[in-house]
């Protein structure tokens, strides 16, 4: 009983690690993705887009927070781009 008992949680152990082996594997990933979509030049502005993404906010909801001066913007030809330092603060909060 003792070794059932011990296979058992040998299999659950085995289990989990599996599990949590492809829970980091899908978060490398993700970072891989992440990296390739926002550039690391530092002199690069995000878009609004690319602001409201990492933010995990609507495009909507960054717009109304430029608009209420929370968020300022530098304009690229017709475009409105966020520069990296303002996107950094405001994302800290």
Request: hydrophobic residues 35%; glycine residues 4%; aromatic residues 4%.
């Amino acid at each position: 009983m003792e070794t059932d008992i011990i296979a058992q949680l040998e299999q659950i152990i085995e289990k989990n690690r599996v599990e949590m082996t492809n829970h980091i594997n899908s978060a490398i990933q993700e970072i891989k993705r992440v990296k390739e979509k926002f550039p690391t030049n530092k002199n690069t502005p995000f878009s609004i887009q690319e602001v409201a993404d990492m933010a995990l906010l609507s495009r909507q909801i960054i717009e109304e927070d430029i608009k209420k001066g929370r968020l300022k913007t530098v304009t690229r030809g017709k475009r409105k781009f966020i520069p990296r330092e303002e996107a950094h603060n405001y994302l800290k909060g």
